[in-house]
């Protein structure tokens, strides 16, 4: 069973990207240890990326027509702003876990509020990429 794993705008670029916030590790990095884990949970992890609000959009759909156990989506900065995602994860019945390496909650104002969060089944955030990993436990255990 396939677990995907979406990322949204600028997490092309961790490993380089506000490193004090984000810390070291790269995408493939982040996507490794979640390979690793996934073994572990006998499941199988589709791990993309992509600056545009609609490929993600279409992904989620792709993730409902394939038969996904769950999606963990990092939609990076459109979380604060993207009442499309927000349609869009309601449109499928695929769990949804929300995920974030920093915790926004401690960030600026325009971080708090998440339309992601509001229609996703949970959130991990505040772990740097073992965020992910508890994303993918919780997905297993669905
Ligand atoms: C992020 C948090 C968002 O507020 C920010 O826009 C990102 C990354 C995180 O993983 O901590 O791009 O989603």
Excluded: C
């Excluded at 199988?44 to 759909?61: C, F, T």
């Excluded at 038969?67 to 994860?89: C, E, K, M, P, Q």
């Amino acid at each position: 069973e396939t677990v995907y794993v979406l990322n949204g705008p600028n997490l092309n670029l961790l490993g380089t990207r506000e490193p004090e916030i984000y810390g070291y590790d790269t995408l493939d990095d982040i996507a490794g240890m979640l390979e690793d884990r996934a073994q572990e949970l006998d499941l199988e992890v589709d791990v993309r990326q992509s600056n545009h609000e609609g490929h993600l959009i279409d992904w989620l759909h792709e993730a409902q027509a394939t038969g996904a156990r769950a999606v963990l989506l990092n939609a990076g900065a459109f979380t604060h702003t993207s009442v499309a995602l927000y349609d869009a994860i309601k449109s499928i019945r695929t769990p949804v876990i929300e995920v974030h390496l920093s915790n926004p909650h401690t960030r600026e104002a325009f971080r708090h509020k998440s339309y992601v969060g509001m229609a996703a089944l949970g959130t991990v955030a505040g772990f740097g990429p073992g965020s992910y990993v508890l994303a993918l436990e919780a997905a297993a255990r669905l």
